[in-house]
C-alpha cells in the first residue's frame, strides 16, 4: 500500500511538471505571436527561440520564426526556418505557399544585388568586394556552378580572404565536386591560419574524400587540439579510421584531354557517348594505364558525376594514381638522398610532386638542384620549375626563369606560350603576351590553350571581335573542353561587364552634361541609360529628376518626386518636390509643403530659407524678412552672406510688388554697399519707376540723383535717365512745370542722339508758360495754335554709279514745322538726273508731307505730289510711312512708294520706258542685351509691266568689342519673270560674313566704316561691298551725314560694280 502510494505521487508530479511545461511553452507561443502581430519582430524572435527550444519536434515554432525573419528581412533565416518547418510538417499547404513566396522575394533581390555589383565591376573591375558578393548571392540562390566562378575571381584579387569565406568557399566546391582545387585552397589557408579549427577539419574531409587517409586523420587531429568534441572533426575521424564508411564524394572540374586506344574512333564520331566511353574506361584499367583511364574520367565528370559507375571508377583510378605518386616520392627522395645531382631522379620527383599538386615541394627540388648548376645548362628542369612556379601562382619566379630560358632559346614555342599565358593570367604585359601566343599559333595551328589565351588577352583588352575569332578556333579544335566552356565564360563575364560599362558611360556623360550646365543634354542622355534600364535605382532616379529640374521641367519633376514618395517617404526628396511647386509657380503649395516640412525639421536651414523664398513670392514678404534676417545672424561664411543677401535682393521685389515701398527702399540701402551694386541699382531703378506710379515724385527724384552720383556706368546712368523722362513727364502731368522743365532741360544737356533731342525739345514745347508770364501767355494762346512750335530744314544729294554706263544723282531740300507739338507739315523738292549711254532724263518731285508723333516711340508720315519728267506728262506719287522705334535697342517700320521706276530700280535700259512702280518695305532690327543683333529686311514691287518681284535680306550679328560687330547676311532676289530693261533676277542667293565699327571722336563727332565678302552659289560668284558713314554735329541743332560706299556683285550674267555716294543736313532752325 506504501509502495503504491509512492508510485502515484510521482506520477502526479511527473503528470504536474508536463502540464506546467505545456502551459509555459504555450504562453511562450502566445508571447511570440502577440509581439509580432505588434511589429516588434525582434522580441517575437527570441519569444520563439525559447519556444522552439521546448518543442523541437513542432514545425509551428520554425513556421512563425521565419515569418519574422523575413519582416526583418533576413530571408536567408527565413528560408532555413520554413524549410524545416515544411519537413516537420510535410502536408502543410500554408507553410509551402510561405515558403514560396520568401523564395521568390529574396531569389529577386539576389538577381538584382548582382547585378547592382555587376555594374559596380563594370565601372571598377578590380574591386574585389563586388566579386565576392556576387559569388556569396549565387551561393544563396544554390547556383553552385556560378558561386564558383565568381569566388574564383575575388581569390584572384584578394589574396587576404578571411577564414569564414573559405569555409563558404569550399562548401560551395563540396557542391561542385571541385574537390582537388578545394585540398588545395585549404592547403594554403591552414598554413596561414594555422589554429583555425574549422578549417583544420574542412581540410581532413577534402582529403578524406580523395583518399589521403593518413593525411586527413593528422587534420582532424590537429582541429581537436584546438577545439576538443568539436562534432564536424569527431565525426570525420571516425570515417577516416575505418574506412569502410568513406563517405562518397563529388569529384572536381578539369580540363579535357583527347582520348585514345581502340574507343578513339568511336568517341571522336560520338564524343557525348558515356557509355562507349566507361567501356574504353575499362579496358584502360585491365591493361593497367590508369593515367589514360584518369583522363577520360575527367571527361566523364562534367555530366556524369553522381553516376554509380563514375564514382567507383573515380575511387580505383584515384587512388591508384595517389599510391603510383606516393611511391613514386619515396623511391626518388631516396635516390637524390644517395645522389642530389641526379637529374633524372629530380625530374621525376618534381612530376610527382606536382601530379598531387605539391607544388611548393616540386619548386623546393627543382631550386636546390639547379642552385649548382649554370643558367645556360638543364634548360628542361627550369623550363619544369618556371611551369610550377606559375601553376603555384609565383609569377615573378616563372617569369624570371622564362626571360632566362627565353635569352638562350628565343624561338621555343613552349617557352613562349607559358610567357604568354602568364601575361593573361597576370593581366600584366599584354604587349609580349600577344607578341607570343600569336606566334605560337601561326606554328602551332591546333594549340587549343594559345588559343584560349589570346581569347582571355583580347577579352580583357575589351577587344571582343577579336576575342571571339580565337574561341571559335578553339570550339572548332576541341569542341567539348572543359577549357573552351571555361573561356566561353570568361568571355561572356567580361563582355557583360564591358557593356555594363558602356552603359554606365551615358549615365556618366549625363552627370558630365549637367555639371556643365547643358541640362537638356544631359536629360536626353539619362533617358538613353533608361532605355538600357529597365528598373532604374531609387538614386538615379532621384540624380534624373535633379536634371529635369535643371531643364525646367518642373511638372515631370513633381511627377517623379511623387511616384517616390509613395515607395517611400524621404525628407530630402519632399523637400526636393517642394522646391519643384515653387519653381513651377504653385506658390500656395510650395508653402504648405514646406511648412510641413519645417516641423518635421526646425533646424534645416535649408528648408527654412526656401520657406521664405516662397513667403516672397505669395506677397508674405514680412516673414521671409523674418526668416532672412535670422538665417544672416547665424551666418558664418562669406558664401552664406552672400546667398541670404541675394535673397534679400528678391525680396525687394516682392517689397516692390506690394508697394511696401519704403521697405524696400531700407533694404536697398542696406545692400547699396555690398558686392552686388549692380543688382541693387536694377531694383532701384524699379523702384524709382514704382515711386512715380504712386506720383511719390519726390522720393524718385531723390533715388535718381543719388544714383546718378554714385555711377559711372553708361548704360545704369541711361536707364536712370529714361526715368528721369518719365519723373519729368509726371511733374507736367502734375502741372508743375518748372520741375518739369528742369528736368528736360537736364536730359537735354546730356543726349546725343537726335531722335532723343528731338522728343525732349517737343515735350519741352508741351510745357506752358507758368507763373506771371503764363497768366499773360494765356491771352494768346488761341493763336499760338496756328504758329510752328519748331521748324527744320533738311538738304541732301545723292550719287550713284555703275559699270553699265548708269548715273545717277539727285539734290533737294525738305521743310518741316511742328505743330501742336505732335503733328508736323512740310514740304520736300526734289530734281533728279539720270544719264545712261550719253541719254539724259531729268524728273523733278514736289511734294507735301505731314507727320504725326504717337504714344512715346512711335511715329506716321505721309507725303503726296506730282513727279514731273522733261517731255513727259507729270504723274502723281506718293509715299506712307509707319515706325516705332527705341533707339540702340529695336526698330520696326512699314513703309509704301509709289512712284517710277525708273527711280526705284537704277537700269541703264529703262531711261526712256514709263513704268509706274509700287514698293512695299517691312524692315526692322533688334539689339539683344547690346551684343546680339538681328535685322532684317522685306520688300515686294510691282510694276505696271505685270512684273512683280521681291527681296529679302536677314542678318545675325554680335559685338564682339566695343562699336565692332561682325555676323552673317543671307540675301534673296526673285521676280515673277526676267525683263530684258531693267534687273530682275529669279532665284537670286547670296551668303555672306558682314561687319561695322563705330567709333565716337567726341559727343558732336561719329564715324562707321562696314562691309561684306558672300558668295553666290549659282554662279560660283564672290560679292562684295564696303562703305565709310561720317556724323557731325557742329553746333547745337544742326547735323550733316555724308557716306560713300563701293559695291560688287553679279548681274546679267557678269560682274557688276557700283559707287555711290550721300550728303545730308538736318538744320533747326528754331
Not at 553516376?307 to 635516390?335: A, G, L, M
Not at 525687394?652 to 510688388?657: F, H, N, R, V
Not at 526734289?830 to 550719253?838: L, M, V
Request: net charge negative; with cysteine.
Amino acid at each position: 500500500m506504501k509502495n503504491c502510494a509512492q508510485i502515484l505521487f510521482i506520477i502526479f508530479l511527473f503528470a504536474s511538471y508536463s502540464f506546467g511545461q505545456q502551459v509555459r511553452s504555450e504562453n511562450l507561443r502566445r508571447q511570440g505571436q502577440f509581439y509580432k502581430d505588434e511589429g516588434r519582430y525582434r522580441e517575437a524572435i527570441d519569444q520563439f527561440n525559447k519556444f522552439i527550444s521546448a518543442n523541437p519536434q513542432l514545425a509551428e515554432g520554425y513556421h512563425l520564426r521565419g515569418l519574422c525573419y523575413e519582416k526583418t528581412t533576413e530571408y536567408q533565416y527565413s528560408v532555413l526556418d520554413l524549410r524545416r518547418a515544411r519537413r516537420l510538417d510535410p502536408a502543410n499547404s500554408k507553410i509551402q505557399q510561405d515558403l514560396a513566396r520568401v523564395i521568390s522575394i529574396w531569389h529577386e533581390l539576389l538577381y538584382k544585388k548582382i547585378e547592382g555589383h555587376k555594374r559596380d565591376i563594370a565601372i571598377d573591375p578590380n574591386y574585389a568586394f563586388s566579386y565576392l558578393e556576387i559569388g556569396k548571392s549565387y551561393r544563396w540562390l544554390e547556383e553552385w556552378a556560378n558561386a564558383e566562378i565568381w569566388y574564383d575571381e575575388y581569390l584572384k584579387r584578394d589574396d587576404n580572404a578571411s577564414p569564414d569565406e573559405i569555409i563558404r568557399y569550399t562548401e560551395i566546391l563540396a557542391k561542385t565536386g571541385s574537390i582537388t582545387k578545394g585540398e588545395k585552397i585549404l592547403k594554403k589557408y591552414v598554413e596561414r591560419y594555422p589554429e583555425d579549427w574549422r578549417l583544420w577539419s574542412r581540410y581532413g574531409y577534402f582529403t578524406l574524400w580523395l583518399a589521403k587517409y593518413k593525411i586527413a586523420e593528422d587534420a582532424f587531429t590537429k582541429a581537436l587540439g584546438f577545439k576538443p568534441f568539436f562534432k564536424e572533426a569527431e565525426d570525420g575521424l571516425d570515417i577516416v579510421r575505418n574506412q569502410a564508411y568513406l563517405a562518397q564524394y563529388q569529384p572536381r572540374a578539369f580540363e579535357r584531354v583527347y582520348p585514345i586506344d581502340r574507343f578513339y574512333s568511336i568517341l571522336k564520331r560520338d564524343p557525348e557517348n558515356s557509355q562507349i566511353r566507361y567501356n574504353l574506361i575499362s579496358e584502360l584499367l585491365i591493361a593497367d594505364r590508369y593515367s589514360e583511364a584518369y583522363e577520360q574520367l575527367q571527361l566523364l565528370q562534367v555530366t556524369n558525376s553522381e553516376d554509380d559507375k563514375f564514382k567507383e571508377f573515380w575511387k580505383i583510378v584515384t587512388t591508384h594514381r595517389d599510391s603510383v605518386f606516393t611511391s613514386d616520392i619515396n623511391q626518388y627522395t631516396e635516390i637524390i638522398k644517395q645522389n642530389p645531382k641526379d637529374k633524372d631522379a629530380v625530374i621525376k620527383l618534381a612530376t610527382a610532386y606536382a601530379n598531387l599538386y605539391y607544388y611548393d615541394s616540386a619548386i623546393e627540388i627543382l631550386s636546390e638542384y639547379l642552385e649548382d648548376v649554370s643558367k645556360e645548362q638543364d634548360l628542361d628542369a627550369r623550363f619544369m620549375l618556371a611551369k610550377f612556379a606559375a601553376w603555384n601562382y609565383e609569377w615573378e619566379k616563372a617569369i624570371a626563369e622564362l626571360n632566362n630560358l627565353l635569352s638562350l632559346d628565343p624561338n621555343n614555342l613552349d617557352y613562349q606560350l607559358l610567357r604568354g599565358q602568364i601575361a593573361v593570367w597576370t593581366v600584366l604585359d599584354f604587349e609580349i603576351g600577344e607578341k607570343y601566343l600569336l606566334n605560337v599559333v601561326t606554328n602551332r595551328p591546333n594549340e587549343l590553350s594559345a588559343y584560349i589565351s589570346l581569347a582571355s588577352l583580347y577579352s580583357w583588352q575589351k577587344n571582343f571581335p577579336e576575342a571571339r575569332k580565337y574561341l571559335d578556333i578553339a570550339n572548332r579544335i576541341a569542341p567539348n573542353s572543359t577549357e573552351v566552356e571555361s573561356a566561353e565564360s570568361n568571355y561572356a563575364l567580361h563582355l557583360s561587364a564591358y557593356e555594363e560599362l558602356l552603359v554606365f558611360d551615358i549615365k556618366a556623360e549625363a552627370g558630365r552634361l549637367a555639371a556643365k550646365g547643358d541640362c537638356s543634354a544631359a536629360r536626353s542622355k539619362y533617358e538613353e541609360y533608361f532605355t538600357k534600364r529597365t528598373a532604374p535605382t531609387r538614386d538615379e532616379l532621384i540624380e534624373y529628376a535633379d536634371i529635369v529640374t535643371c531643364d525646367e521641367d518642373y511638372p515631370k519633376a513633381i511627377e517623379i518626386y511623387d511616384r517616390l514618395l509613395a515607395d517611400e517617404f524621404e525628407y530630402r526628396i519632399a523637400l526636393y518636390r517642394a522646391r519643384n511647386y515653387y519653381y513651377n509657380k504653385d506658390s500656395l503649395l510650395a508653402v504648405t509643403e514646406l511648412e510641413a516640412l519645417q516641423k518635421l525639421k526646425p533646424e534645416d536651414k535649408q528648408t527654412e530659407l526656401f520657406l521664405a523664398d516662397a513667403y516672397a513670392i505669395t506677397d508674405q514678404p514680412f516673414k521671409a524678412e523674418e526668416i532672412y534676417r535670422k538665417n544672416l545672424a547665424l551666418a558664418e561664411t562669406p558664401e552664406d552672406i552672400k546667398l541670404i543677401n541675394e535673397r534679400f535682393l528678391f525680396l525687394s521685389e516682392s517689397y516692390i510688388k506690394i508697394n511696401e515701398l519704403e521697405k524696400a527702399k531700407s533694404i536697398l540701402n542696406e545692400l547699396s554697399h555690398k558686392e552686388n551694386k549692380s543688382e541693387v541699382d536694377k531694383r532701384r531703378i524699379a523702384l524709382s519707376e514704382s515711386f512715380i506710379n504712386i506720383r511719390d515724385l519726390e522720393q524718385a527724384r531723390e533715388l535718381l540723383d543719388k544714383m546718378s552720383t554714385e555711377t559711372t556706368d553708361s548704360e545704369l546712368i541711361k536707364e536712370i535717365n529714361k526715368r528721369r523722362f518719365y519723373l519729368a513727364d509726371a511733374y507736367a502731368i502734375k502741372e508743375d512745370y518748372s520741375e518739369a522743365e528742369e528736368i528736360y532741360n537736364y536730359l537735354l544737356r546730356s543726349a546725343t542722339d537726335t531722335s532723343e533731342v528731338r522728343i525732349i525739345k517737343q515735350r519741352l514745347s508741351w510745357i506752358p508758360e507758368y507763373g506771371f508770364s503764363g497768366g499773360v501767355s494765356r491771352l494768346g494762346n488761341f493763336l499760338s495754335v496756328f504758329i510752328p512750335t519748331n521748324i527744320g530744314l533738311a538738304p541732301f544729294s545723292n550719287y550713284y554709279r555703275d559699270n553699265q554706263n548708269l548715273k545717277f544723282w539727285n539734290y533737294g531740300f525738305r521743310i518741316d514745322a511742328g505743330m501742336l507739338g505732335m503733328f508736323s507739315l512740310g514740304g520736300v523738292w526734289t530734281r533728279t538726273k539720270i544719264n545712261a549711254y550719253n541719254n539724259k532724263v531729268s524728273f523733278t518731285s514736289l511734294k507735301g508731307t505731314l507727320g504725326f508723333m504717337f504714344l512715346k516711340y512711335g511715329s506716321v508720315s505721309a507725303s503726296i505730289g506730282t513727279l514731273s519728267i522733261l517731255g513727259e506728262k507729270s504723274k502723281w506719287i506718293g509715299d506712307f510711312v509707319i515706325k516705332a522705334e527705341i533707339p540702340d535697342l529695336f526698330s520696326i517700320s512699314a513703309y509704301y512708294d509709289n512712284n517710277d521706276a525708273r527711280l526705284l530700280l537704277y537700269s541703264p535700259t529703262l531711261i526712256y520706258t514709263r513704268y509706274k512702280a509700287e514698293l512695299y518695305r517691312f524692315s526692322g532690327y533688334y539689339l539683344h542685351r547690346n551684343a546680339l543683333r538681328l535685322s532684317t529686311t522685306y520688300s515686294y514691287y510691282e510694276l505696271s509691266d505685270k512684273n512683280k518681284g521681291n527681296d529679302f535680306m536677314f542678318r545675325i550679328g554680335r559685338k564682339f568689342f566695343e562699336g565692332g560687330i561682325f555676323g552673317y547676311e543671307f540675301f534673296f532676289s526673285d521676280f515673277a519673270f526676267i525683263s530684258p530693261i531693267y534687273y530682275s533676277p529669279q532665284d537670286f542667293i547670296s551668303h555672306s560674313i558682314w561687319g561695322e565699327y563705330s567709333w565716337q571722336f567726341d559727343k558732336n563727332f561719329r564715324f562707321k566704316v562696314g562691309g561684306k565678302v558672300g558668295y553666290v552659289p549659282d554662279v560660283d560668284f564672290v560679292v562684295s561691298e564696303i562703305f565709310g558713314e561720317i556724323n557731325y554735329n557742329p553746333f547745337l541743332g544742326l547735323n550733316i551725314n555724308a557716306r560713300i560706299g563701293y559695291s560688287n556683285s553679279f548681274r546679267y550674267d557678269t560682274g557688276y560694280r557700283a559707287f555711290s555716294g550721300a550728303i545730308s543736313a538736318y538744320w533747326s532752325i528754331y
